[in-house]
């Protein structure tokens, strides 16, 4: 079976552009989760889709959004890119949410550069 | 303020050689906590996952340790291999509503011949 999938891999977009990343879950995963990694940190929460309802929303501006599909795939689109939204975007999926804490498995990445 | 504090930041230790990292953190309500992998550029992989009434968990030559009272947590590697080199990531999940995880900045190890 295959993993989480996401695309493109590495993007290069200059300040003020859109981008809009791409994520596919592990076939009957429902939930998906966006992390944002900046070079030597730790994964930053952006947003958490369940069912194709947002659940979980992290610290990030308005310029962040994303929506779940009928499929379960999902988008994370970024507006007005800032030199500083330059990072490692991670998709992860699991089972569904909740308490219990469904593992999350996370796909390779988007490195995105903004010049 | 992060939540999840790791020490040491980085280490480099030699083949076969065992090492220890530290996890400390500060997440509450508390739910499960877990020890990901990550080799550059790519992302986290589990290693484990423990819950408020497990206090240690192995995976191979990984060991997770966990003390719920001292809110610590430990990653003991074994007779570490060149394929050890990565990153390694404690997160602790909040028992809400929907199990939000808090990232650790990560411990880089190297692993050298």
């Known amino acids: 079976d295959a993993g989480v999938t996401q695309s493109p891999t590495h993007l290069i977009k200059t300040r003020g552009q859109h981008v809009t990343l791409r994520c596919s879950p592990i076939s009957g995963h429902k939930s998906v989760s966006w992390y944002q990694q900046v070079l030597g940190q730790g994964p930053q929460f952006i947003f958490q889709y369940y069912e194709k309802e947002e659940r979980g929303r992290g610290n990030f501006p308005d310029r962040f959004s994303a929506r779940q599909f009928p499929n379960y795939s999902s988008e994370l689109n970024v507006n007005a890119l800032l030199l500083g939204d330059s990072a490692l975007y991670l998709c992860a999926s699991s089972l569904a949410t909740g308490l219990v804490g469904y593992e999350q498995f996370f796909g390779p990445g988007t490195r995105l550069t903004v010049l | 303020k992060n939540q999840v504090e790791q020490s040491p930041q980085s280490l480099i230790i030699l083949e076969g050689k065992n090492c220890t990292l530290q996890?400390?953190?500060?997440?509450?309500?508390?739910?499960?906590l877990r020890w990901y992998k990550q080799d550059t550029g790519r992302g986290p992989v589990s290693l484990t996952i423990?819950?408020?009434?497990?206090n240690t968990k192995s995976n191979g030559r990984y060991t997770a340790t966990l003390d719920a009272d001292t809110k610590q947590s430990s990653l003991h590697i074994t007779a570490s291999q060149l394929s050890d080199s990565a990153s390694y990531i404690c997160v602790v999940s909040e028992a809400d509503s929907w199990g939000k995880l808090q990232f650790g900045a990560g411990t880089q190890v190297v692993v050298t011949p």
């Open positions: 996890c400390n953190y500060t997440v509450s309500p508390f739910s499960n």
């Open positions: 423990m819950t408020f009434s497990e």
